[in-house]
């Protein structure tokens, strides 16, 4: 079983940038997909991006295409999301999310606790 802690959260004017770090303990970490979704106060959480075990494939959700990227050090156990050109709409809590096996699907097993991200306009 892994365990994920979210960092990097903060406040931020608009336009501007602020990198994510998920630090995973316990598991294989290379054996893991990963992924952010992030979560607006009355809103569901939505998928955000995520990464393959090798790093070598992502995928992103529309209204944050070619603004995050996604990446991820094995070594470390850390898997980053790097936020530029940041608009108020993307004011929610972030989490980390890890499950065995490939991006394809949506469906996460293991959860970090969240970390707020407000962007002011």
């Known amino acids: 079983q892994v365990q994920l802690v979210e960092s990097g959260g903060g406040l931020v004017q608009a336009g501007g940038s602020l990198r994510l770090s998920c630090a995973a303990s316990?598991?294989?970490?290379?054996?893991?997909?990963m992924g952010w979704f992030r979560q607006a106060p009355g809103k569901e959480r939505e998928f955000v991006a995520a990464?393959?075990?090798?790093?070598?494939?992502?995928v992103y959700a529309d209204s944050v295409k070619g603004r995050f990227s996604i990446s991820r050090d094995n070594a470390k156990k850390t898997v980053y999301l790097q936020m530029n050109s940041l608009k108020p709409e993307d004011t929610a809590v972030y989490y980390c999310?890890?499950?065995?096996?490939?991006?394809?699907?949506?469906?996460?097993?293991?959860w970090g606790q969240g970390t707020q991200v407000t962007v002011s306009s």
């Open positions: 999310a890890a499950r065995p096996g490939t991006i394809l699907s949506r469906n996460y097993d293991y």
């Open positions: 316990g598991g294989t970490f290379s054996s893991y997909a």
């Open positions: 990464i393959s075990r090798s790093g070598g494939s992502t």
